[in-house]
């Protein structure tokens, strides 16, 4: 029988592997009643994927708008119908021609102050953006290509780390709906010789990174107490301004009713502790307005 676990596992996704079937491997390894992700990964890309369980899942949503860090693979010389690896080739380039290294990288420097900032991107049609209730994806495997609207989205830092050309290696810090696959394909269309993606590892996801994951691997065999894989629920809210309420105020605000604090207001979303030990202290989320807490999104307590 399926148990109650609340926490966070930071998970470092295998290639191959789908964020859903990782959810369901990791719900499985520890054997949770409930389990859900913060934002999907390619079943190509690698690397940090936060998974929510039991009570962390109502807090998934806080993370799908966070920041995220990627390392890249860029191919240039050939386009493919998904805009990776995993697609057909569609069109191939011959390759600009540079007299040494330096010019290669001075080239691909070059393209990037204006991938750099508040930019806009074309969603692809292989992706999970839904039209009509069906995911864009399907009408791509039907050959079908509809009109899609650009988004604005923002590169808050971009640089390559390696060039091994026709292979360049970018590191990504974006905002959330970014596409690094239709990055890839822009950067190509700019040095005008196609390009795609071979290779994607998420490293950072809001405050949360690499260095903190575990392997499915490690979690399946269990190499270590189960408790050390799971952080605390409010693991992913600690940018979060905290506050500390006494025990006749947490209850009030576990009812859903609205609390007066006799501090000043900072106006901002907060997460909220009961002044007693960890790790069963922390309450939820709440709107701090006028000096007043509106309760948003409280945990349910183990009794």
């Known amino acids: 029988m399926s148990i109650r676990i609340d926490g966070v596992v930071l998970l470092d996704k295998p290639a191959g592997m789908s964020s859903q079937g990782a959810v369901t491997a990791v719900k499985r390894a520890f054997n949770a009643d409930k389990a859900g992700h913060t934002g999907t990964l390619d079943p190509m890309a690698t690397g940090l994927l936060p998974i929510c369980l039991g009570e962390a899942t109502k807090y998934s949503q806080d993370l799908l708008e966070a920041d995220k860090t990627y390392i890249a693979q860029v191919k240039f010389g050939a386009r493919t119908d998904t805009g990776d690896a995993e697609g057909q080739i569609i069109e191939e380039f011959s390759l600009p021609e540079f007299a040494s290294d330096a010019a290669i990288r001075n080239a691909l420097d070059a393209l990037l102050p204006s991938f750099t ?39 808050h830092a971009i640089r390559w780390t390696d060039i091994q050309w026709p292979v360049a290696t970018l590191e990504v810090s974006c905002s959330k709906g970014t596409y690094i696959r239709v990055l890839a394909e822009d950067l190509g269309n700019v040095l005008a010789c196609g390009a795609h993606l071979v290779g994607l590892r998420r490293t950072e996801v809001g405050h949360l990174t ?16 189960s408790s050390s894989y799971i952080l605390p629920v409010d693991a992913l809210l600690q940018t979060l301004p905290h506050l500390t309420v006494d025990e006749q105020q947490a209850k009030r605000l576990e009812m859903g009713q609205r609390v007066p604090l006799n501090l000043p207001s900072i106006e901002a979303l907060v997460r909220i502790y009961r002044a007693t030990a960890a790790p069963h202290n922390f309450i939820g989320t709440a709107d701090w307005r006028s000096g007043v807490l509106h309760p948003k999104r409280l945990i349910s307590q183990v009794h």
């Open 117 to 155: 900032g508040p930019i806009t991107q074309v969603p692809p049609m292989y992706s999970a953006l839904k039209r009509d209730g069906k995911p864009l994806y399907e009408y791509a495997r039907a050959g079908v290509e509809l009109e899609r609207a650009p988004r604005e989205i923002t590169i």
């Open 210 to 225: 690499l260095e903190q994951s575990f392997t499915m691997e490690s979690i399946q065999k269990g190499l270590q107490d």
